[in-house]
């Protein structure tokens, strides 16, 4: 039987995987959809390619340079 495996990511990593699923799902970068998630212009939008980069949202952005 064969355990499932995960590796810790930094959030460097993490903003950085976010950053990339924006880019290839919404054609816009981490900080654009960071800036319209804050401005609440996706509050009713049922978009899959929202929903996946939204579950990808770090949950403190404000440190990453």
Avoid: C, H, K
């Avoid at 064969?2 to 880019?23: C, K, M, N, P």
């Avoid at 290839?24 to 970068?29: F, Y």
């Avoid at 804050?38 to 990453?64: C, H, K, T, W």
Wanted: hydrophobic letters at 35%; zero cysteines.
């Amino acid at each position: 039987m064969s355990g499932v495996t995960y590796e810790l990511i930094d959030d460097q990593q993490q903003w950085q995987i976010f950053d990339e699923a924006a880019r290839r799902l919404l054609s816009i970068d981490g900080e654009e959809f960071e800036r319209r998630w804050e401005r609440g212009e996706y509050l009713d939008n049922d978009d899959s390619g929202v929903m996946q980069v939204a579950f990808l949202r770090p949950y403190d952005s404000s440190n990453i340079d």
